[in-house]
């Protein structure tokens, strides 16, 4: 069965700096796009970045130039680093797996994760 598991979230400073983490096991997801999204509350989920399984990267303008998404394909896990956290960046984040598409849209994508909230302290 197809999981996704995000970590890493946590309570940080405003300026400061954090990696979340998405372990994915039970699929090729070497093969697959993988994306980072979050949810504010009261908010629609919305893009952060996301990465082609050949390493191709895209970024919402909000966090570009502060947050940079990889992936290790020997350990099937995806890293977004954060840094200069702003207040606004305040969300549950969510990693996603597509198999057929990528890019912003939450349609692109077939697995999800439970999400690991990021909680920014101005």
């Known amino acids: 069965q197809a999981q996704l598991v995000e970590s890493g979230g946590g309570l940080v400073q405003a300026g400061g700096s954090l990696r979340l983490s998405c372990a994915a096991s039970g699929r090729t997801f070497s093969r697959y796009a993988m994306g980072w999204f979050r949810q504010a509350p009261g908010k629609e989920r919305e893009f952060v970045a996301c990465?082609?399984?050949?390493?191709?990267?895209l970024y919402d303008d909000s966090v570009k130039g502060r947050f940079a998404i990889s992936r290790d394909n020997a350990k099937i896990t995806v890293y977004l680093q954060m840094n200069s956290l702003k207040f606004e960046d305040t969300a549950v984040y969510y990693c996603a797996a597509g198999a057929a598409g990528w890019g912003s849209s939450v349609i692109s994508y077939d697995y999800w994760g439970q999400g690991t909230q990021v909680t920014v302290s101005s």
């Open positions: 990465i082609s399984w050949n390493d191709i990267t």
